[in-house]
């Protein structure tokens, strides 16, 4: 079992910045890759980032750019920088992990953390 826990959500105008914390109650070394998702209202849950245990990072085209996931291996803590936020990145922010248990891809989510943007 892999425990996730996010923080960093709240209010902000356009233009500003938000940086999101996922912690795992695991070593992130061990596992394969952890992700941010995100679900706007009304609207399916969509990647917005992927990092691999070995270090390469994938984006979602759209958010490429202003968006930087990065990682603190000694606080097991994934993070996303959200630069120049914009309305349309309003929803709520998930942490995602995935990890193999011998060849069982195993797949765990964290609770979300709300991200809300309004001038």
């Known amino acids: 079992q892999v425990r996730l826990v996010e923080s960093g959500g709240g209010l902000a105008q356009p233009g500003e910045s938000l940086r999101l914390s996922c912690e795992a109650s695991t070593s992130i070394l061990d596992i394969y890759v952890m992700s941010w998702y995100r679900q706007a209202p009304g609207k399916e849950r969509e990647l917005v980032a992927s990092l691999f245990n070995h270090g390469m990072r994938n984006y979602a085209d759209s958010l490429r750019g202003r968006f930087t996931i990065s990682r603190d291996n000694a606080q097991n803590t994934v993070y996303l920088e959200m630069n120049d936020l914009e309305l349309e990145d309003t929803a709520v922010y998930y942490c995602?992990?995935?990890?193999?248990?011998?060849?069982?891809?195993?797949?765990?989510w964290g609770q979300g953390t709300q991200v809300a943007v309004s001038s």
């Open positions: 995602n992990a995935k990890t193999y248990r011998g060849t069982t891809l195993e797949e765990y």
